[in-house]
């Protein structure tokens, strides 16, 4: 089982970048596929997820309206679609894939347990976004 996440890098403020989560060894469409970012002394936040099943989609307020998930089933990857970059969007951004799907309130991405929820994770990718 793999999760390969890539596409971070450094960009200004105001600019965009595009993440890729690529799965390996279990079956895609099965799962939920969620980002986390974590940033030096804070904790891990729940980014966005998608929904394999129906497509469904959650975003974490703080990314709503600049964010896109979206999957593509047939090459077994998850991007994540990063627009109108923040400062305070740097962290190393993680994949991970959950049985459990995606847990949301409302609209709202709202993990409870990430570590108890999340089956598989990827190694992280750090994204900088300089002001």
């Known amino acids: 089982v793999q999760l390969q996440a890539s596409g971070g890098g450094l960009v200004q403020a105001g600019g965009s970048l595009r993440l890729s989560c690529a799965a390996s060894?279990?079956?895609?469409?099965?799962?939920?596929i969620a980002w986390f970012r974590q940033a030096p002394g804070k904790e891990r936040e729940g980014v966005s997820c998608?929904?394999?099943?129906?497509?469904?989609?959650y975003y974490a307020d703080s990314v709503k309206g600049r964010f896109t998930i979206s999957a593509d089933n047939a090459k077994n990857t998850v991007y994540l679609q990063m627009n109108s970059l923040k400062p305070e969007d740097t962290s190393v951004y993680y994949c991970?894939?959950?049985?459990?799907?995606?847990?949301?309130?409302?609209?709202?991405?709202?993990?409870?347990?990430?570590?108890?929820?999340?089956?598989?994770w990827g190694q992280g990718t750090l994204v900088t976004v300089s002001s």
């Open positions: 060894g279990f079956t895609f469409d099965d799962y939920a």
């Open positions: 998608i929904s394999n099943s129906d497509t469904s989609t």
């Open positions: 991970a894939a959950s049985m459990l799907g995606c847990m949301y309130y409302g609209d709202t991405f709202y993990p409870l347990s990430p570590t108890n929820e999340y089956d598989y």
